[in-house]
């Protein structure tokens, strides 16, 4: 069985903000050199026009932009998508042991084996149904399908519920089809045995979101909400298949599958791109042409993907284990709030735990701590470690201060202790003479007392970014819970420094790419050309005169005075202009002309005069 | 006989000599104890200013010290002369600095420009005062920490004393910059420089006076200016040792007197009992 989650990025948004689902939303992703590409977007988005792998300022000419519509724009984060599909494969267990993530990078399915399984649940259209309701109430939009090999699964998932959509509109010379459907699949889909349609139809609301959720392209004028639609679009009346958005294979059918796109194969997009422009479009094609000419042309990989999908071939895969033995719970058998009752048990719990992670060679960097209230809803705990820790003591001693500091409004019945991330503990060796190490362990505990009580969000560390533009050439990330971060690698390597141990220090700079004092050394000609101090906001200057005499041509514009703070401040000498021009497709352009400026008192400044509205702003103070 | 003789007088006066040298250093060192308040003697960084290290007990900003710099506000170079001393302390010693930045207006390339190491900066954003100060002296007291660098507009006595307590304990420095206005309340600091920034054709010139300090620094004052390209520091004048404040000086703290006048609480009455009266001895001189 094969779960898809169309536009996984923007499901996962709107099920964490349910009131994103009446505005367009819009992911971007911005590759290295800051050039953005829409790439996933709600239905809503959808309807607007917007679409996939366009670029920013095809977004902006071509999007609607209007006071009326409150675009929702995110930037693509893959790795917090991964990690909310690993959440959800996790709590998928509860139909079937075995559920894995798709291939790729960036997976957007679940796959589940239900051998043996479905028989429990009633069959597989009753495992199909329970799993898209409870999906459903989640507030996820899923595919599925269920077939014999996991090739027919993932292809009837994808395509299967864009063919049934397309064998409800006839007569198809009336219809514009959807752009990913071309007109001869359209055309064959049409006269399949399933239809049972009317010339004439009415999208009642339900209908109206199962179009919009399936990107349906409606023909004619719609009313939004009245239900009615113009003539000539004809809807199916058979709608179980739609209600429940499952496609299910008979054991030895492959007929409907065959009909498919050659992309429901697995394929990579170029090769899928010559299919077309050699007129192979369906599957049932590709099957007819000679197995040695195509493994001459196309390589093994087109003739494998069809025998996996035919089951000639076995495919294996890795089920996804969310750390199971990583977890610990018990619960009271009379509900307590009191301490001497809870922090035995905690205590118990993470002896527990660490037992299992030294077993592991390995240390917690994120802990989940719930408590079930009685009548209260559950209490979560996220502790971040600096370095992977398999200590109780350390542990429990960031535990018992958030123990303190909590007031219990309900008796608790059970408590559950997660390791959210791990990573390998670092190897030491014991040394006969102390070595200095117990910095590290300051260290460590230094930055973790000051996430617990600030938030990880507010104790960061620093990577600077190429971008010209000032308030961007630098991003700030926390220094807790994550496995790769800088502060972290540079106090292993100054221990290896400190301690001697050169292949120590070589693995630590190989493995972290960390080039100690390469910032302070590599911007050296750049000493006093940014100020200390850059405001979030320019400030508005209010300027008191122009310098037109003194001043060359170009920069006549450059104020001779202006009141900063209540008081008029006038410039002795100035530096400039640096004009940075970039941003064009990040949308809002920025072109400003930087001047550093000394005034009579002495203090320096960088000020600039914005490209488009002429006006002048302070940005920074040195 | 002649030579014969001269030698044990040579002999004489040689010994002679190193032990007064090994009793001048004794006395020294004494004397170093008393200006210390009798602190462990560590091995100092340098502030920039040649004339200033000299004349610094030790030789040099100590480290377990806290060093505050005066400043009439934003702009005024403040930031480079703390930046100067932090990176001083880096290179001499393995660790951490950390900024507690609460308004978040830190820009990191410009102190990657400066010579401080991005990967040993931490960067804290506390939401408050109480946690501005909380996070000051949680990072003063662990050892990993080279230096605490921060920017705070009042300091109640009793924080004043904790974060000197905390740096002295775990040898940590601490560089605060603070406005003018703060030369007027009492200071639990080790050193106090008043810095303001001066008008010139070439490079950016500053002047910098000594408001407090131990030993014999109170009142000197220096020009210095710092080299755009390399971030360098010259000190180009010594204008001199005075015991009363520069002109400028006093004129802020008459203006601020009506400010701080106030009722002191019971924490400043105390730390005024023990430690510097600013005002008093001015007026003695």
């Known amino acids: 069985m094969v779960i898809w989650f169309p536009d996984w990025p923007v499901q996962r948004r709107v099920v964490v903000r349910p009131e994103l689902r009446k505005k367009p939303v819009v992911v971007f992703h911005e590759d290295a050199r800051g050039v953005r590409r829409v790439v996933s977007c709600s239905p809503l988005a959808w309807r607007w026009g917007v679409r996939k792998g366009w670029s920013w300022s095809e977004w902006e000419a071509l999007a609607p932009q209007s006071d009326t519509i409150h675009w929702y724009i995110e930037k693509h984060e893959p790795v917090a998508d991964r990690e909310a599909l690993e959440v959800l494969a996790d709590r998928c267990r509860w139909f079937t042991p075995l559920v894995g993530l798709e291939d790729g990078d960036e997976p957007e399915g679940l796959r589940l084996e239900i051998t043996g399984v479905a028989e429990w649940f009633g069959g597989e259209r009753e495992l199909a149904r329970r799993l898209l309701a409870w999906l459903r109430r989640a507030g996820w939009w899923p595919r599925t399908a269920i077939a014999d090999t996991l090739g027919q699964a993932w292809g009837m998932a994808r395509f299967a519920p864009s063919m049934l959509a397309c064998t409800r509109l006839l007569p198809p010379s009336q219809t514009s089809l959807p752009r990913y459907l071309d007109e001869n699949h359209a055309a064959t889909l049409s006269q399949r045995r399933r239809v049972s349609a009317t010339p004439r139809g009415v999208f009642d609301e339900e209908e109206h979101r199962w179009l919009e959720t399936h990107r349906w392209e409606m023909i004619g004028s719609t009313e939004a909400g009245s239900g009615k639609v113009a003539e000539g679009v004809a809807v199916a009346s058979t709608v179980d298949e739609r209600e429940e958005n499952c496609w299910i294979l008979e054991a030895g059918e492959r007929g409907d599958f065959d009909e498919l796109p050659v992309t429901a194969l697995r394929l990579p997009q170029e090769m899928v791109s010559t299919f077309e422009r050699l007129g192979i479009l369906k599957i049932s094609q590709l099957r ?64 527990e735990l660490t037992q299992r992670l030294r077993r592991r060679r390995a240390g917690v960097l994120r802990l989940e701590v719930v408590w079930h209230g009685e009548s209260t809803p559950t209490i979560r705990w996220g502790i971040d470690f600096f370095q992977p820790s398999a200590d109780t003591k350390h542990l429990l001693k960031s535990l018992a201060i958030k123990l303190d500091r909590t007031i219990w409004l309900s008796p608790i019945v059970g408590v559950e202790v997660e390791v959210q991330l791990d990573s390998p503990l670092p190897h030491r060796q014991l040394e006969l003479f102390d070595s200095g190490d117990c910095d590290v362990s300051a260290a460590s505990e230094l930055i973790e007392v000051l996430s617990g ?46 301690s001697g141990k050169r292949r120590l220090r070589k693995a630590v700079s190989e493995k972290s790419d960390l080039k100690i004092e390469s910032t302070a050394t590599s911007r050296i000609e750049e000493v006093l050309r940014r100020p200390l101090r850059l405001r979030r906001q320019p400030e508005p200057l209010e300027v008191i005169s122009l310098n037109k005499s003194e001043l060359r041509a170009e920069h006549r514009r450059l104020p001779a005075a202006f009141r900063l703070r209540g008081i008029v401040q006038r410039v002795h000498r100035y530096w400039g202009p640096e004009r940075i021009e970039t941003g064009w497709w990040r ?36 | ?46 502030s920039g200013l040649p004339a200033l290290d000299a004349a610094l007990p030790g030789g040099g900003v100590s480290p377990g010290s806290i060093v505050e710099w005066l400043s009439s506000g934003p702009g005024s170079g403040a930031g480079l002369w703390g930046a100067a001393v932090i990176r001083e302390a880096c290179r001499r010693r393995p660790g951490w600095i ?54 705070m507009e009042r300091l109640e006595a009793r924080w004043a004393r904790r974060f000197r307590a905390a740096a002295e304990q775990a040898n940590t420095l601490g560089i605060f910059e603070r406005p003018l206005a703060a030369a007027c309340s009492p200071s639990w600091a080790d050193l106090q420089l008043f810095i303001r920034p001066l008008t010139s054709e070439g490079r950016w010139r500053f002047e910098i006076e000594v408001v407090r300090g131990r030993g014999r620094v109170r009142g000197m004052r220096f020009e210095a200016e710092i080299d755009e390209f390399d971030g360098a520091i010259r000190e180009c004048l010594h204008v001199g040792e005075r015991n009363e404040p520069s002109r400028r000086l006093r004129y802020w703290l008459q203006t601020s007197r009506g400010v701080f006048d106030e009722a002191p609480s019971h924490g400043d009455l105390v730390s005024r009992l023990a430690g510097a009266a600013p005002r008093r001895r001015s007026a003695r001189a």
């Open chain 2, 98 to 151: 950390v900024l507690v930045d609460r308004d978040g207006v830190w820009h990191p390339p410009a102190l990657a420009s400066l010579g401080l190491s991005l990967d040993r900066l931490l960067w804290v954003r506390p939401r408050d005062e109480a946690e501005e100060r909380w996070v000051i002296d949680q990072s003063l007291r662990c050892p990993a920490v080279v230096a605490v660098w921060t920017a």
């Open chain 1, 587 to 622: 949308g809002p352009w920025v072109r400003r002309d930087y001047f550093r400026v000394e005034m009579t008192s002495g203090e320096r400044y960088w000020i600039f005069r914005s490209g488009r509205l002429g006006h002048w702003f302070l940005h920074g103070e040195f």
């Open chain 1, 453 to 498: 009580r600030l938030g990880r969000e507010r104790v960061l560390e620093v990577k600077l970014i190429e971008d010209p533009q000032p308030e961007r050439s630098f991003e700030a990330l926390p220094v807790v819970g994550r496995r790769d971060s800088r502060l972290a690698l540079a106090t292993r390597h100054d221990i290896a420094v400190r």
């Open chain 2, 1 to 46: 006989m002649v030579t014969e003789g001269k030698r044990p007088d040579e002999e004489t006066q040689r010994r002679n000599g190193q032990a007064s040298a090994r009793r001048l250093q004794g006395l020294r060192e004494l004397i170093q104890r008393f200006e210390t308040g009798g602190s462990v003697t560590r091995e100092p960084y340098s």
């Open chain 1, 288 to 351: 007819r042409l000679p197995r040695e000419s195509l493994v001459a042309r196309f390589g093994d990989l087109p003739l494998q993907r069809l025998d996996q999908a035919d089951g000639n071939l076995e495919e294996t895969w890795e089920p996804f284990r969310a750390t199971p033995e990583l977890h610990c719970e018990q619960g009271l058998e009379i509900p307590a709030t009191d301490r001497e009752i809870l922090w035995p048990i905690l205590q118990g719990l993470i002896e």
